[in-house]
């Protein structure tokens, strides 16, 4: 229970009587003989925890324990004085040693008991003087202790003056700042002659927190006591200014807004005098004009007249008028009836696809077939989620740009690549400070209209953490069947998404969330063939490359072979990208030659190309100079372009392993495993004793071991490589094969079909060996290559080995000398064909 100070005695002791000085006579009158300096006497005491006590102090205290209660009762009924001790530990409970109590404790007289409803008793005391504790006599019922009064008589000196000036000086201070303490304290503190009774009266009196008023208490010198008083003030007064320091700026800035809400009603006043209006509520009829001007949806309009007049009611200084504002500007914003009309004409949307690229023509029918159907069907809201899958390069940026300008409409684009939180596509609630739309209502802003051309680019590199997951956000955005009711969170209205044409990209299908996936239609972007690149580049790229290094046409010109050397050894791509920026490498060589006035030959040749370039980058494959024992060609597809490969198989003493090296993947070797399972299987067929394969170790080798290859078309083109080892008969070198081969020796479809085919004819191979079920892949080819290619379509293993060997079977053949067959080594003299 904290104390009362010496300011709230007539409150504290008016149930005893009227007039404080009768009171204390009356109440604490001991004999002056009791009360000399130096004395040692025996009293009972109580222990005090919290509440500290201080000389002529009148305070009550309240007794939940017995022994204190007994204490205080003896001292009432003999009409003597009691000791109150501090305890050290106030944690510990019913503390008996002098050790577990201060050296110093203070002298009161008590008044009588008052007993109170929780069977507590409370008693009116008044601290007398210090005293030092000698012992402990007595320790039961209730402690009795032995003890000195304190002499606190000082010598006043100059020192003892100026302390006693300099603490009434902080004591004043802190009462001007303190507004619980009334001014009288510090006018009665300077009536006070004596120094113990100085440092103790400001003790009670400032709100000193228990251990400072401890320290003062225990500390029985009095000019010590003042110098502790004085650092405790100091620091009290330091908090005091901190504190009024605080206040003043809060009362000032009310003031500040008081005042100009005060103004600001004024200026109001005199507009309306004026017949003017003030700036804020000419701000507010104007947004309330935009609101009616505006077509909105009717949810829309309702949510903005309620925010509207919720704004209306904010004083214009609050910082809610600016969030609220902000939320009505990106809600008028917003395209909501506003749209552009399409051009539907078929005839000149095929003008324009075919004028700004060249190829693509499975992205330009389909088009082309929106466009009928919705020329047929003009008021079909529903529009179709296209995606563009290519590699990079291709072409699948730039067609959208020339479909929105066919159709005639707004094209507005964001890029989707790194995009990790789910805020980015919704936005933030606006709970949260400096919250904004998602991109997507930020790019319809931006659009202006209710039916752009809206372009997700790179969607298959969005990316998922602990914000969320943006591509399940997207299954809104992207679903015909719910993107007419689009909720952003910090919008909170349901926006019609309907009427946009969504067109996303993406370089691997394989990294697009199946459910995502869903819900777009596929259109696959190859990559571009040599010759469909020479083409590009004649019609597209030379020109414009030409034009940005400030070029004239008739500066350069380039022959078309040196367009297919640029191709084939200084890029290495299925886009035109890297073969734009050669060319335009050349052209600022050639500028650079003109603007110095040096002679050049205007027209590039391959010859000129290391000059201008350097050394070539890329080197191409080239077919087998001679039929080889062991090796066979295959054909490759990969993200860049088609390509030969060859297989390397060798046969030597072993015990039956196989072996597969040049970076192989796990589809491969099993294509490898395969193939030699099939020849094991017809062994019989071959001539191949059953224990040769116990005997001898086959090793498979793929050239370029650094490039990593897998997939199982080359299962036919392994299985040909290692039965030509084993029977040495030589494989042709004008035949390459693709064809994925099973257990059983059919041959399986495989992909890529166009550039495989392609880049053996480029290679000057012509005879190609085919899975029969890709013959409708040869539709895509050019014409003029196609003539001059020889395709033999096959079902089974037993036919490309007819093929590949001209005709004849491969049988291993054995002397009569020898117990096993002939080696690779071996003089083909007596070879069975």
Aim: aromatic share 6%; glycine share 4%.
């Amino acid at each position: 229970m904290s104390s009362k100070n010496w300011l709230d005695d007539k409150d504290i002791a008016s149930e005893f009587t009227t007039n404080l000085s009768q009171r204390t006579e009356e109440l604490f009158r001991i004999p002056d003989a009791d009360l000399d300096e130096h004395d040692e006497f025996i009293a009972a005491a109580i222990p005090l925890y919290e509440n500290i006590l201080f000389p002529k102090m009148i305070t009550p205290v309240f007794i939940n324990k017995k022994k204190s209660l007994a204490a205080i009762q003896y001292g009432i009924d003999c009409d003597q004085t009691i000791v109150t001790l501090i305890a050290k530990n106030p944690a510990k409970q019913n503390p008996m040693s002098k050790a577990d109590f201060q050296p110093v404790g203070l002298e009161i007289a008590v008044g009588r008991l008052v007993n109170l409803p929780d069977e507590h008793f409370s008693s009116l005391v008044q601290g007398r003087r210090r005293v030092i504790i000698r012992e402990v006599v007595r320790k039961t019922p209730f402690l009795m202790v032995r003890a000195q009064v304190v002499d606190e008589k000082v010598r006043r000196t100059k020192q003892l003056e100026a302390l006693i000036r300099t603490t009434l000086d902080l004591f004043e201070k802190c009462v001007a700042l303190d507004r619980k303490i009334p001014d009288e304290a510090s006018m009665y503190a300077a009536t006070i002659k004596e120094p113990s009774w100085l440092a103790d009266m400001i003790t009670t009196t400032i709100s000193f927190p228990v251990e400072k008023r401890r320290q003062i208490l225990v500390e029985i010198d009095p000019l010590n006591r003042l110098v502790l008083l004085n650092q405790f003030l100091a620091e009290e007064l330091e908090v005091l200014e901190l504190g009024n320091k605080i206040s003043s700026q809060v009362q000032n800035e009310m003031d500040k807004n008081q005042r100009e809400y005060y103004l600001r009603e004024q200026l109001k006043a005199i507009q309306q005098e004026l017949n003017e209006e003030d700036v804020y509520t000419r701000e507010m009829n104007e947004l309330r004009e935009r609101i009616d001007q505006t077509k909105l949806s009717d949810e829309a309009r309702a949510v903005a007249l309620k925010e509207f007049e919720r704004l209306s009611q904010i004083p214009p200084m609050s910082p809610e008028t600016s969030v609220s504002r902000t939320y009505l500007d990106w809600l008028l914003d917003l395209p909501w009836e506003v749209k552009t009309a399409d051009n539907l004409d078929v005839k000149h949307a095929e003008e324009v696809l075919n004028r700004n690229h060249y190829g693509l023509e499975k992205a330009k029918d389909r088009i082309l077939e929106y466009i009928a159907v919705k020329s047929l069907k003009p008021k079909k809201e529903k529009q179709p989620i296209l995606c563009f899958v290519g590699p990079p390069g291709t072409g699948k940026t730039s067609i959208g740009k020339s479909i929105a300008e066919a159709l005639e409409k707004v094209f507005v684009r964001i890029s989707l690549g790194g995009v990790r939180d789910e805020a980015e596509i919704r936005g933030h609630r606006r709970t949260y400070i400096g919250s904004l739309p998602g991109r997507i209502l930020q790019t319809m802003k931006k659009a202006g209209t209710t039916n752009p051309l809206f372009m997700l680019d790179e969607i298959d590199k969005l990316g998922n953490d602990y914000r969320g997951d943006p591509a399940s956000a997207l299954l809104e955005v992207l679903d015909p069947e719910q993107n007419d009711k689009f909720s952003d969170h910090y919008l909170e209205v349901d926006y019609d998404l309907s009427k946009v044409m969504f067109v996303t990209t993406a370089n691997n299908a394989d990294n697009i969330p199946d459910a995502l996936l869903d819900r777009m239609e596929i259109i696959e972007f190859p990559g571009y063939i040599e010759e469909e690149k020479v083409t590009i580049a004649k019609e597209y790229l030379i020109t414009r490359q030409i034009e940005e290094n400030g070029l004239d046409p008739e500066d350069v010109q380039f022959e078309d072979q040196t367009i297919k050397c640029l191709i084939r050894e200084y890029t290495c791509e299925a886009g035109v990208r890297n073969l734009e920026r050669e060319i335009g490498k050349i052209c600022r060589k050639i500028a650079r030659l003109k603007a110095t006035q040096k002679s050049y030959d205007r027209i590039v040749k391959p010859e000129d190309l290391e000059k201008y370039m350097g050394p070539p980058v890329f080197f191409q494959s080239e077919k087998e100079k001679q039929d080889e024992i062991g090796v066979a060609t295959g054909m490759a597809w990969t993200n860049n372009r088609g390509d030969i490969t060859t297989v390397e198989a060798l046969i030597y003493e072993g015990k039956g392993n196989l072996t597969i090296t040049g970076q192989i993947g796990e589809v491969m070797q099993e294509s490898a495993q395969a193939a030699l399972s099939y020849i094991k299987s017809k062994s019989k067929e071959y001539q191949i004793p059953k224990d040769y394969f116990e005997k001898t170790d086959v090793h498979i080798h793929l050239p370029e071991g650094a490039v990593p290859k897998d997939g199982p078309s080359a299962g036919i083109t392994l299985a040909i490589a290692v039965l030509s080892a084993m029977t040495n008969f030589p494989v042709k070198k004008d035949v390459a094969m693709t064809g994925e081969i099973t257990l059983r020796g059919n041959v399986l479809p495989v992909g890529g079909i166009k550039e495989k085919m392609l880049a053996a004819h480029r290679v000057g191979i012509n005879t190609i060996v085919l899975p029969e079920k890709n013959m409708k892949d040869l539709s895509e080819l050019p014409q003029a290559e196609l003539k001059e290619l020889e395709i033999h379509p096959v079902n089974h293993m037993s036919q490309v080995i007819e093929i590949v060997f001209g005709g004849v079977k491969p049988v291993m053949t054995v002397t009569k000398n020898e117990k096993t067959p002939r080696k690779k080594a071996e003089k083909p003299g007596n070879e069975v064909k």
